[in-house]
Structure formats: structure tokens, C-alpha cells
């Protein structure tokens, strides 16, 4: 089985897996499954633009979508709060109707300009986090840079540890396959040292990773005309936006509390929040959890899926959260994830 055909078969395994559990959620079957609530992560909010290649279309929906999933929530029950509520509401008991919280991660400047004005029509409080060093333009987003390189060229050399290689990236499938070996050489090797190559090979094909940066991340100025919206709290996201797992205790402390004391400049006091880079199992450990509760954040969130329990006041700096990927933007799907009912499955056939 090629590459392309199992992604095509995950992709179609997942859609209806959702689409078993809105039904299932339909019908009332269920309902504890869901939880007290959720947290959705969101990345880009912008019109959608066609491209042969896009690996990064799961991290962006267009405002319209977002728009329809807030309906959609409100529709189904749900009662927006904003993420620093969280602690305290898990503390509490009583209440039958589930909670949805939003956030976005990286400070894209498409949050500022398409998704705010979607959060303030429907009254929807969110949390940006931010990265220090994407804000402050010291430090390079390596999966937009690869991107523009691989969209561009044909032919790519790259050493990934055995030596100077060409890689023939002239179709969409080799292009895939080639985004997938940077990655996983990246999450492997020496992050800092892979984008600095990465950032450096892009040079050489005229692609400027600091102008990227420059283009999608939101200055400081700009953070502060975000947050003076009464919705909006910005929370923390380390300085390089590493993979901290990787990191040694010290370099995740001063992460974690550079990014606190950025965020605080910005907005005039300490943010409460904080969300781990990449966030996955591999990207973030009970380890740093410990750590990120020592710094002093209330609230700390990865990227795992799940819904909210009354368990996770236990593990209240490693929350799970539920992606509204690009890749399945249909309300129906973003019912069926927050039921809660897909993680069920997963329970089950652990």
C-alpha cells in the first residue's frame, strides 16, 4: 500500500469514526462520554487558498467554518467559557451543561484580523498563545518554511545525517514524502541544529524563513490590539517553540518562564496559561507538567485528544484538547469529536 493510499484511508477511517459518533450523540447514546467540556486548539483562521501541495492545511480553518462550529456548539449545548475559568469550574459540581473553551496556538496575525471579529459576533471568549521568539522575529517556523521550499522546487539537497543527498520532490506524492523525512528527521535529531539547516536550504532556493515569520506572526503591538478585547487572553508558548521533552529541566524552566515574563509585558500581568509546542505524547511528558505547575501556570494544555473530566483536576497542566483540523470541516464532525465518544472506542479496543 503507497503512501498516499493509507493517508487516504486514515483520513476516511477518521471521518467515520465522527461520523459514527455525532449519530451515536444523536440518538442520546452516551452522554457521559463528553465529559464536563472541551478544549478546542485552533492555529490558522483564514479563506482557504487552493495549492497542490498544502501539509499544513489540517492547522487552519476559514472563518466561515469557525463560525458554523460556534453555532453548531451553542446548538448542541454548550457554554463558552474562557481557559483560565477551567481550574475553577473543575473544582466545582453540579452543573450538567458541558463547557468549550478555545485556543490558538503561534500568534498568527489571521487571528487578529479573521478571527476575532468571528469570537466577538458570537460572544466567544479564546486564549492566543504566544511564542517569544516567532513574535519577536529571533526564531524561524520551520514547517511553513519547508513548505514554501518544497511548493517551489523540483529538485532539493539536504544531509540528513549520512551525508549531502538530492531529493527529486517534483510530484505531490514525493513532496509529501519528503515534508514527512524533514519532519521526522527533525523530531529525531537536534531541533535548533535541523531548522538552522532547514532555514539555510531554503536560502539557498530564495526562500526567506524570516520574511515567512514576518508575513503570519503577529508583532507585539499587534498581540496588544488583540488582547485589549475583553475576549481575549494571551498564555504562554515557550521562547524556540521546541519540542521541550527534548529539553533539560533547566532549558524548560527558562522556556517556560521567558515566555511568562513576555506575556506579562505585553499585557500588564502574569498569564496563567501556558500550551506545550507540538504538544503530542512524544513532545511533552508528566515531567514538564511538574514543571510548568512549579513556574506558577494554573492551566497547561498539550495537544493529546480528549475531553475534560472531572479526573483531570489531577493533571491540570496537561490537558487534552480537541484539534478543529482543516482537513474535516464539517460542523457534524466537530459534534461527534466533542461527545466525546470516538476516545471511548480507543478506551475500548486498548
Known amino acids: 500500500m503507497t503512501a498516499s493510499v493509507k493517508t487516504l484511508a486514515k483520513r476516511i477511517a477518521i471521518a ?128 511553513e518554511t519547508l513548505a514554501a521550499v518544497l511548493r517551489k522546487e523540483e529538485k ?8 549531502h543527498e538530492m531529493l527529486d520532490v517534483a510530484v505531490p506524492l514525493a513532496k509529501e514524502r519528503a515534508f514527512a523525512r524533514f519532519a521526522n528527521h527533525l523530531h529525531r535529531h537536534d531541533e535548533t541544529a535541523a531548522v538552522t539547516a532547514i532555514d539555510a536550504m531554503a536560502r539557498t532556493h530564495e526562500i526567506d524563513p524570516d520574511e515567512i515569520v514576518d508575513d503570519l506572526v503577529m508583532t507585539p503591538a499587534e498581540l496588544n490590539l488583540l488582547e485589549a478585547s475583553p475576549l481575549v487572553s494571551l498564555g504562554a508558548h515557550t521562547i524556540s517553540h521546541r519540542a521541550i521533552s527534548r529539553l533539560s529541566d533547566r532549558e524548560v524552566r527558562d522556556e517556560m518562564e521567558a515566555s511568562r515574563d513576555y506575556v506579562a509585558a505585553i499585557t500588564g500581568a502574569r498569564p496563567g496559561s501556558f500550551a506545550y509546542p507540538y504538544g503530542t505524547r512524544e513532545a511533552v511528558t508528566q515531567r514538564q507538567a511538574a514543571i510548568a505547575r512549579e513556574v506558577g501556570f494554573d492551566i497547561a494544555v498539550t495537544t493529546q485528544p480528549g475531553v475534560v473530566t472531572q479526573r483531570s483536576i489531577g493533571s491540570i497542566t496537561y490537558l487534552p484538547r480537541l484539534s478543529i483540523n482543516g482537513l474535516y470541516q464539517k460542523v457534524r464532525y466537530v459534534s461527534g469529536l466533542a461527545s466525546g465518544i470516538p476516545f471511548q472506542f480507543e478506551s475500548n479496543r486498548a
Open 16 to 143: 467515520g469514526s465522527l461520523e459514527t459518533a455525532n449519530l451515536l450523540r444523536a440518538a442520546g447514546v452516551m452522554r457521559g462520554a463528553r465529559g464536563l467540556g472541551a478544549i478546542f486548539t485552533l492555529h490558522h483562521v483564514r479563506p482557504h487558498e487552493e495549492t497542490a501541495f498544502a501539509p499544513n492545511a489540517h492547522l487552519e480553518i476559514t472563518p466561515e467554518f469557525l463560525d458554523l462550529v460556534l453555532v453548531r456548539l451553542k446548538r448542541d449545548g454548550y457554554r463558552f467559557v474562557a481557559l483560565d475559568e477551567i481550574p475553577a469550574l473543575l473544582s466545582q459540581s453540579g452543573s450538567s451543561q458541558p463547557f468549550a473553551a478555545f485556543t490558538l496556538d503561534d500568534g498568527y496575525r489571521n487571528n487578529l484580523v479573521y478571527a476575532l471579529p468571528i469570537f466577538e459576533k458570537h460572544k466567544v471568549p479564546f486564549t492566543v498563545f504566544v511564542a517569544r521568539g516567532l513574535s519577536e522575529r529571533t526564531h524561524t517556523i520551520w514547517w
Open 156 to 163: 532539493l539537497g539536504f544531509d540528513f545525517g549520512h551525508g
